[in-house]
């Protein structure tokens, strides 16, 4: 079969299937859930993406240069492998600027209010962001399907770790794995 792995960095595993304001998170993923197969008892080695990548991707808790990784078992049999990523806003200003970022449902939140008393605030600008990562799956998932025809698609989606949104006092990635 044609195989597809998205592998999302910071993905709560409570995005998908979760709700806010009364409106499905997640819902492409959450019916990829429904229909395919899933498993709650999943958990990240690590709280940093390249460590976290590292295990998915080569099969231990620690990569080392020049590991066999799951790249080399697909090519083994025959595979074509393409690898894509995306970088976030705060990469650059000139980047910034052709994201379209004055075209999102939630308003930004300014720094000021990215604090513990705006959890609330916080969550809803992350499901945001869950929310147009669920739909360009979607997008993904639907060219690659006119692309492969009748052709069998294996679609495996994992995330590296979730995000902190103020749990245990805690905001972000990297600091702890709960």
Known sequence: PHVLIVFLEGMRADSIGGSLAGREITPFLARLAREGASSAHAYANSPYTARARGQFIGGRLAPYPGQSTIVDDFHANGYEVAW??????????????????????????PRNRIRPG?????????????????????????????RIGSGELAVIVTS???????????????????
């Open 84 to 109: 894509f990523s995306a970088q976030d806003e705060s990469f650059g200003a000139r980047e910034s600027s052709m994201l379209g970022l004055e075209r999102v449902d939630v308003e930004r939140l």
């Open 118 to 146: 705006n959890s609330a605030g916080v969550h809803a600008t992350y499901a945001n962001a869950a929310a147009n990562v669920d739909r360009a799956i979607g997008i993904l998932v639907d060219e690659l399907r006119a």
């Open 160 to 178: 590296d770790h979730g995000e902190a949104l103020f749990e245990d006092g805690v905001l972000g990635h990297g600091l702890a794995l709960d």
